[in-house]
């Protein structure tokens, strides 16, 4: 099946600095690749995804990139903001013999943005 | 527009009871599936409702199992509960139509098993 890591297991950088996360996987048939911010105490919320056909994407302070013939992808993340502060997991997405999907994901990582 | 909600919470059971997680996807989503996250672990895949039957299953054993409603609602219940069940049980909610992956994940039940 499936298995995708995550590096680093944390992160602490100071406010303003730019943050990566990166993760493999090892299915090539795995073709949508979600990141997940989870804050303490809540539900994963998806802050931004990327499919197999595309290599990179932004949204405002955060961008992905994907690199199929590696098997790898990363989540960038600028000017970092204390409200960044979270554990952030990747994940990948593989459709499945009679429908539906599944996801994933990495170990995570905890981010800590400090003053 | 609602999210994706779960009940209760919070829960503490026993060894060997059995409990029941329930979820209400996301307005306009007609698939759910269930994830278990142990602590300071990333979420695994327990399985995925669609039309009121369970159309993936992970790598969980028959204690495990679970029910779709026709308003798309769903049900996880876990039997003959162990210690090492206990952890945060996600719900998530997505449509299902090719190309359609997006998974909105609710906030969870938090199952502490004594």
């Known amino acids: 099946g499936e298995n995708v890591e995550q590096h680093p297991s944390t992160l602490s950088v100071q406010e303003g600095d730019s943050a990566v996360i990166k993760c493999t996987y090892s299915?090539?048939?795995?073709?949508?690749f979600p990141w997940y911010k989870q804050e303490l105490g809540k539900g994963p919320q998806l802050i931004i995804d990327i499919r197999s056909n595309v290599g990179e994407k932004k949204d405002q302070r955060i961008a992905v990139t994907l690199n199929k013939t590696a098997k790898h992808f990363s989540l960038h993340i600028t000017e970092t903001q204390p409200e960044d502060s979270a554990v952030y997991f990747c994940?990948?997405?593989?459709?499945?013999?009679?429908?539906?999907?599944?996801?994933?994901f990495g170990t995570g990582t905890q981010l800590k943005v400090e003053l | 527009d609602a999210g994706v909600t779960q009940s209760p919470t919070h829960l503490i059971k026993t060894r060997g009871q059995q409990v029941t997680l329930r979820c209400s996807p996301k307005s306009g989503h007609d698939t759910v599936s269930w994830y278990q996250q142990a602590l300071g672990q990333g979420p695994q895949f327990i399985f995925q409702y669609y039309e009121e039957e369970e159309r993936q299953r992970g790598n969980f054993p028959d204690r495990f199992s679970g029910h779709q409603f026709p308003n798309y609602s769903s049900e996880l219940n876990v039997n003959a509960l162990l210690l090492g069940d206990s952890a945060l049980y996600l719900c998530?909610?997505?449509?299902?139509?090719?190309?359609?992956?997006?998974?909105?994940f609710g906030p969870g039940t938090r199952l502490t098993v004594t």
């Open positions: 299915d090539s048939a795995s073709n949508y």
């Open positions: 998530a909610s997505s449509l299902a139509k090719t190309g359609d992956d997006e998974q909105y």
């Open positions: 994940a990948a997405s593989i459709w499945l013999t009679g429908g539906g999907n599944k996801l994933t």
